[in-house]
């Protein structure tokens, strides 16, 4: 690149390439730099999963948790996938807090998992 970036990404894995693609839609000179090419990355082997936000409302980082959130579950992004699934917690009843601004949030019945296990819901996963 002969001009010089305003960013350095570092990971060309789907946070990576993501941060990138939003960054340069923004107007950035973006410039991306990764060990391995995108298929030997950790995201083509163990997608990661994003949801769902557990900050207090007064948190700052909320809102950028919840516009990442918008986003990933509004537009078509390369490598992202919507899953409904289980998440599992150890404690009888625990329910992570503000779990219920997950898309699709229910506790999940007795009938539906193991004694004090789970609730459902809705979250980006991605994979390359």
Do not use: K
């Not at 946070?15 to 693609?21: D, E």
């Not at 999963?49 to 959130?69: K, V």
Request: aromatic share 4%; glycine share 12%; no cysteine.
């Amino acid at each position: 690149m002969s001009v010089r970036p305003d960013v350095v990404v570092l990971g060309a894995g789907v946070a990576g390439l993501s941060t990138g693609i939003r960054l340069a839609e923004a107007g950035a000179r973006v410039l991306i730099r990764t060990a391995e090419p995108p298929t030997r990355t950790t995201s083509a082997l163990a997608g990661a999963l994003t949801g769902p936000n557990l900050s207090p409302p007064d948190d700052p980082q909320r809102e950028w948790t919840d516009a990442t959130l918008r986003v990933l579950h509004s537009e078509a992004m390369p490598g992202v996938t919507l899953r409904e699934g289980t998440l599992a917690a150890r404690a009888a009843g625990a329910t992570p807090p503000f779990a219920e601004h997950t898309p699709g949030f229910r506790p999940l019945g007795d009938d539906e998992r193991p004694a004090g296990f789970g609730i459902r819901g809705t979250s980006p996963t991605g994979s390359i």
